[in-house]
């Protein structure tokens, strides 16, 4: 039986005192309760050296926010595969919603993405998602068949190697959350769209990411296509994520 997973995404916050505080906390809490679950922090890049420290021989496994789409060269500002593989990063996020609507990222970059963290063997975090504009136009299906599409056509064979997060962009930092019945709805289309292309559709993960908190985890986490979740805000809190790490179990 696969294992849920739950990534706390930091987003563009922490700094090395808080950082320490709140793994300090985590590895307490997840020490007392053995989490039943894997658990993963994506954090900003300057700290990646601070928190592989950090999380070395616990339960926590170190991902990355972003990566590039290059394998080297003369991209300033990005970080290759190879140079998070250099830091034991585990997992990546690809194609945040946040990337693509500020930094303007297509679903070509965002494949090409995936393609260089599993060519590194660092497991892309893919994230797919319509906005509010999109759902009311009844577009769900066919935003998020279309972003995965073209992961899993860059991808091909290796497409089972992958996680998914749903995560609808109306629902990120809002507060708002899709219920438990529409979010499980968009990983049932998604979880068919991955059958057809990897007969190892059934045990790939398929991650909610919009506003899962301690509150509404259990529920959200009891559903049939939902594997885990993908964590905002909640991820800042140690007795919070601990408590949807708890629920995923």
């Known amino acids: 039986m696969k294992k849920k997973l739950i990534a706390g995404n930091w987003k563009m916050n922490g700094s090395l005192a808080a950082n320490d505080a709140l793994l300090a906390a985590l590895r307490a809490g997840l020490a007392a309760q053995a989490p039943g679950c894997d658990v993963a922090v994506a954090v900003p890049a300057p700290y990646l050296a601070q928190v592989q420290a950090l999380v070395a021989d616990t339960a926590i496994a170190l991902a990355a926010q972003d990566v590039s789409?290059?394998?080297?060269?003369?991209?300033?500002?990005?970080?290759?595969?190879?140079?998070?593989?250099?830091?034991?990063?585990?997992?990546?996020?690809?194609?945040?919603?946040?990337?693509?609507?500020?930094?303007?990222?297509?679903?070509?970059?965002?494949?090409?993405?995936?393609?260089?963290?599993?060519?590194?063997?660092?497991?892309?975090?893919?994230?797919?998602?319509?906005?509010?504009?999109?759902?009311?136009?009844?577009?769900?299906?066919?935003?998020?068949?279309?972003?995965?599409?073209?992961?899993?056509?860059?991808?091909?064979?290796?497409?089972?190697?992958?996680?998914?997060?749903?995560?609808?962009?109306?629902?990120?930092?809002?507060?708002?959350?899709?219920?438990?019945?529409?979010?499980?709805?968009?990983?049932?289309?998604?979880r068919a769209q991955l059958a057809a292309a990897s007969a190892q559709a059934a045990n790939m993960r398929l991650l909610y990411g919009g506003s899962m908190n301690a509150a509404n985890a259990a529920e959200l986490l009891a559903q049939p296509d939902i594997d885990g979740g993908l964590i905002g805000g909640a991820a800042l809190k140690a007795p919070d994520f601990l408590t949807i790490i708890a629920a995923a179990a």
Do not use: N
Request: glycine share 10%; net charge negative; charged share 20%.
């Open 69 to 190: 789409q290059h394998e080297a060269g003369a991209y300033t500002g990005e970080a290759s595969a190879a140079m998070l593989r250099d830091f034991g990063v585990r997992y990546t996020l690809v194609g945040h919603s946040e990337r693509r609507q500020y930094h303007g990222e297509s679903d070509a970059a965002v494949a090409a993405k995936a393609q260089r963290a599993l060519a590194a063997g660092i497991t892309p975090i893919v994230c797919v998602g319509e906005t509010l504009a999109e759902r009311e136009a009844g577009q769900t299906e066919a935003v998020v068949k279309r972003q995965l599409a073209a992961v899993i056509a860059q991808v091909g064979h290796c497409v089972s190697e992958i996680v998914v997060a749903y995560e609808p962009v109306w629902a990120i930092g809002t507060g708002k959350t899709a219920t438990p019945a529409q979010a499980q709805a968009v990983h049932a289309v998604l």
